[in-house]
């Protein structure tokens, strides 16, 4: 189990609208901080998420239907993924994304802790 604090959301990073949260860790550019989730990793380990792990966002609970080739890298190195909201049936799959269920946004302040899991 891993679990990440989030320390700021970017102005533009919580439109439901478009069913994805982009995560990064401390280490961004101004205009990616803009667009996305920064969160400060708490714990160390590798990161091993497959089909079937949950992630929490505090209590609220999601399931991981499918995940991207590079995201356990990605995440590992930088904290970074995408994670998406929708039924990814018939989609293209994103190499850094996770698809999770339930299909719902969550609600996501700074200071949310989020647990891999």
């Known amino acids: 189990m891993i679990k ?3 320390k700021q959301i970017g102005e533009h990073a919580m439109d439901a609208k478009d069913e994805m949260i982009i995560l990064f860790g401390e280490k961004v550019t101004e205009e990616i901080e803009k667009v ?13 998420l497959e089909v079937g792990d949950t992630i929490l966002f505090d209590d609220q609970e999601y399931h991981i239907v499918k995940i991207g080739s ?5 995440l590992e190195s930088m904290g970074h993924v995408t994670l998406m909201f929708k039924d990814p049936e018939g989609m293209d799959e994103l190499s850094n994304a996770i698809y999770l269920e339930p299909y719902t946004f969550p609600k996501i302040n ?8």
Do not use: L
């Open 70 to 74: 590079v995201s356990n890298r990605h």
């Open 110 to 117: 700074e200071g949310t802790i989020i647990t891999y899991r």
């Open 4 to 6: 990440s604090v989030v």
């Open 36 to 48: 996305s989730v920064i969160q400060q990793v708490e714990t160390s380990g590798p990161f091993n």
